[in-house]
């Protein structure tokens, strides 16, 4: 919840302005601004020929209806969004958005031609007492129950440990791995290994341009969620250059 329509304006024509072709062209860039916003950015975006394309940070389960105050996937996908994240951590912790309802907003997403962002992780108490791979396995499977597998593999999961968002304490490259190797494992089980190795696997918590490099390099790690680095258009393009690096 950052940026009103101005400021979100500057900062993705500050974004373009610093963006290279080299630093899009090898990698799939997206900004998710806030609802408010997405009509200024997307004609920013679209106006300008800004390298990144428009993603939303939640949506609604229903299209339309009597739910005052909600924001429907097919108005999203009438604003030209490409993504939408599902089951954000802070979704789940400080709204209560249970496995279920975060499946039913994924199949939302898709029924209006968009892709999910997909993100599950763990508590640190979860962490504590050894149930990361049991959290993990029970979101990706309500998650992706009834999704197709050619869907699942155009969509993208993000694995973003709760105790590193914020936190300024990434997970180290070998845990992330070991925890999106899983998620991959978990998602062959649902939909077959064709799907699951193509779905794209995000890692995100406190990542930025030091240690997106070394995360991508990691053979189950296929790009990243950016939390607040984002919101410095400087910063942002340092882990663009970082991952177009990776990709080499």
Avoid at 26 to 34: A, E, N, Q, Y
């Amino acid at each position: 919840m950052n940026f009103d329509h101005l400021q979100a304006i500057h900062a993705v024509r500050d974004l373009g302005l610093r963006l290279r072709p080299a630093d899009a062209g090898p990698v799939d860039l997206s900004v998710h601004p806030p609802f408010t916003d997405l009509r200024s950015v997307q004609t920013v975006i679209e106006g300008e020929g800004v390298p990144v394309a428009l993603g939303a940070q939640n949506c609604a389960v229903e299209d339309s209806g009597p739910f005052t105050g909600e924001v429907s996937p097919a108005m999203l996908a009438k604003l030209h969004v490409d993504y939408v994240i599902v089951g954000h951590s802070e979704r789940r912790q400080l709204f209560g958005e249970s496995d279920e309802l975060v499946g039913a907003k994924l199949k939302a997403v898709l029924r209006n031609g968009m892709t999910p962002i997909l993100c599950v992780g763990e508590t640190v108490d979860e962490r504590d007492v050894g149930l990361t791979r049991d959290r993990l396995a029970t979101q990706v499977e309500i998650g992706l129950g009834g999704v197709p597998p050619e869907s699942v593999a155009a969509m993208v999961i993000a694995y973003e440990p709760v105790w590193a968002i914020g936190a300024g304490q990434a997970a180290t490259p070998e845990d992330a791995q070991e925890a999106c190797s899983w998620i991959r494992d978990v998602a062959t089980r649902s939909v077959g290994a064709g799907a699951a190795g193509q779905v794209r696997i995000q890692y995100g918590g406190s990542v930025n341009a030091e240690n997106t490099e070394s995360l991508l390099r990691c053979p189950d790690i296929d790009g990243v969620l950016v939390g607040g680095a984002s919101l410095d258009a400087a910063a942002f393009v340092g882990i663009a250059r970082a991952a177009a690096i990776a990709t080499r």
